[in-house]
Structure formats: C-alpha cells, structure tokens
C-alpha cells in the first residue's frame, strides 16, 4: 500500500466517522466521552496524571496508551453507527410487519404459526434433521418462506377482501379528493363572480362616463 492509498484510506474512514456523528451526534458523544474518561482511567492505573513530575520514558507509555484508545475510538464509532443503523433497518422492517398484520391479523398469525411449527419440526426432528442442510440454512430458508408467504399473501387477500384499515384509508382518501374538487369548484366561482363584479363594475362607470361627455 502506497502512501497515497493509505491516506485516502484514512481519509474515508474519517468521513465514515464524520457520517456517524451527523447521524447519531449522542451516541458518537457517549463513545467520545468514555475514550477519554478510558484514557484517563490508564494514565492514573500507571501512575502517569502527574505529568510534571513524569520521567521521559514515560511519555513513551503515554503514548502507546494515547494510540490505543484511539485506534479503539475509531473503530468503535463506525460500528456503534453500523449497530444503530441495523436497529433503524429493524424498527423499518418492525412497522411494515405490523403494517401488514392491521391489514391482515389472522393470515399473517396463521403464516406464523405454520411457519414456526414446520420450521421447529425441520430443525429439531432427527429424521428431518439428518435429511436436511445446516441448521442455519434451515432456519434461514423457514424465513424466507415465511416472509415471501406474508409479503405475496396480504395484498392479494386485500384484493379479494380488504380489511377495515384499507377500506378507511380508501374512504378517507375519496373524501379528501372529493374536499379538494369542492374547494377548487368554489375557487373558480368565486373567481368568476369576481370577474362578472369587475365587468360589471366597468360598464357602469363606462355608462356614466358616456353620460358626462354627452352633458
């Protein structure tokens, strides 16, 4: 690695960083202010806070303790953003869980319990088991199956039969275009009476005008 790669490098790394803080500025701040209180625990666990009194090879240990607790802060930020990260993509997949739950209770627990039975069968059996992959691909594949099941199933039952939640939300929505047609209808009346008001209102000071040259 030349040293212009490695400073490119470095350079991302600190961007990754920088994205971190801007997206979780608290927990990048609680990371932050454990590295130093980290630091600090060191130097007084070596006898090394006095650093008047410090002989100088103990500024070498200084800064092998400085060096490590920052090596550890850089890595620990990008994964504590990685790890939060992974929490937003999991309340995301929550919600659109529960999204389709509301739209259709009894076929996704129904889903659910058809899968965990086949899937505690297909795991544990030893018949099944010994005629099956690896208990991860195993559960992994359930999943799958599981997923596909509730992501194909719902909207088609809604289809054939929508829930109460799609109904409202369809009425809702009719309304509210139904509100919007009135208040644009009204709009454009009163637009038009406006102009009726003004032309009307220029043809009577047009007359009277008229009146005025005559007289």
Known sequence: MTLREFLEYVSKWLKVIGDVFAKYP???A???IAAVWVFLLLIKHYELSDLKSIEVKDWAKVALILSCVLVGWLILVPLVGLVLDSVVVLG???TWLYSRYEKQPLFVITVTGIAITIGSFWV????WRDASPERSMRVLATSAVWLA???IGVPVLEVFNPS????KKAASAALNATYRAQAQATKHNNLTTNVRHLITTSSSFEAKAKQTVAV
């Open 26 to 28: 608290l927990a990048a």
């Open 30 to 32: 609680i990371v932050t």
């Open 92 to 94: 995301q997949f929550v």
């Open 124 to 127: 544990y059996h030893p018949r």
């Open 149 to 151: 099941l509730i992501l």
């Open 164 to 167: 109460q939640a799609t109904v």
